[in-house]
């Protein structure tokens, strides 16, 4: 029988002329545990798989992701153009490699990367390693800020211990000092064995204060995480003021104690929004900064980058010769293989818009935050937090009165759910886990009308919950 009812349904999946929701395949609920016997259809596999998908949430209403979530035609093109290309192939794929190379240069030109031999405007289109720039900057691809955290940690580690080691000192205590920090640096400490030292927020802060600092140095402290844009709060830390605290600490003390800049959604906000801003390698105290391409860098989900202010502050132990794909290829990632698409659309982008194109495009996400933040506060029950003004194009916003309003801002959360808004409502870090915000980014993509309307919800959310929920007998007029 059960020979005869495979043949069947083998028979039935070739039918072409099967409707697709009357297919054997769509006939039952998906296997979901096991491989299925048979194989089936491609357009009926991709039209199931399609309307599930549909249960996701909208991307384009998730306020809560700092990542992209529009891009132009074009870039859906170019990265199915390169769905087979292999970013670590850097010899099969040279051009994709010397696309990789002239992000960096570009990037490291942005964050004001010293020169090296002052053959600051080369073309490195035939540089195809690992993105080494004529600067003297290097830097590369990874596949987010997550993995390009881990690399400058790595590295801030490997020089701690060349310095002591080179001293006869010991090496077995290293601690790295930040500010509330997004669960990668949390990651980074587990996996590589360093004590994260974090410093609490102070009533009032929304990131760390370059007071706090010198309490939490010692001989043993790798480097400082500065955050340009805290993931709780939007703010940038102050990157130029921690430096100054960490300078006077040489002095006294005698402890050089590099910063890596945290800049996953800054590095591409500042630059454009706040260009007198002194954050990057301007300042001589930072080695090294990440980002995320995939978030203010306007590249679709995928890419990231680390950045080292020139090769001594990139221990060589780090860099790997890999010689089995055809020439010697130097890489420094935790991943090996990995699409070349979102490095070529992070490219596009920057051809695209170049410099204006990318100030005008934050620049009206910033003004429509602002407009966000002003709509917000004629509201009543809140208080801002962040009004969008002088750093990431985002509003937070928490209850003024939590105790007397009668309803959470959880419970808001969930009356804008209902229209498909994901707003997040969460506790800031510690010490003010007690102060629990709504957090709004606003980015490419989301317009100022798509906001106007989120406030209209707002505001009819706001009247639901002060009215609140009528009765099923109070619905339909029935009572005793
Ligand atoms: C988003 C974010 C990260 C993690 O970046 P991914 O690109 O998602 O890996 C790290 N740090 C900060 C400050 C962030 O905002």
Known sequence: MALHRAKDTHAEADDPYADLFASPLSAHVLPKHRMPAEHAP??????????????????????????????????????????????????????TAAIEARCVSIIADLWHAPSGDGNGDGDS????????????????????????????????????????QARGEPVDRPNIVAGPVQVCWEKFARYFDVELRQVPLEPGATGMRAEQVAAYVDENTIGVVAILGVTFTCAYEPVAEIAAALDRIEAERGWDVPIHVDAASGGFVAPFLHPDLVWDFRLDRVASINASGHKYGLAPLGVGWALWRDADALPAELVFQVDYLGGDVPTFALNFSRPGGEVIAQYYAFLRLGRAGYRRVQQACADTARYLAAQVRQMGPFTLLYDGEGALPAVSYTLTDPRGAGFSLYDLSDQLRMRGWQVPAYPLPADRHDTVVHRVLIRHGVGRDEIALLADDLRQALRRLATGTPTDAERTGFHH
């Open 125 to 164: 289109s035939g540089d195809g390693g690992g993105g080494v720039r004529p600067r003297g900057a290097v830097g590369c691809s990874t596949t987010g800020s997550s993995e390009a955290a881990m690399l400058g940690g790595l590295a801030l580690k490997w020089r701690w211990r060349a310095r002591r």
């Open 42 to 95: 491609p357009d009926v596999v991709y039209e199931l798989l399609h309307s599930e998908l549909l249960l996701d949430g909208n991307a384009a209403q998730n306020l809560a992701t700092f990542c992209t979530t529009w891009t132009e035609p074009y870039v859906g093109r170019l990265m199915s153009e390169c769905v087979d290309k292999n970013m670590v192939d850097k010899d099969e794929y040279p051009q």
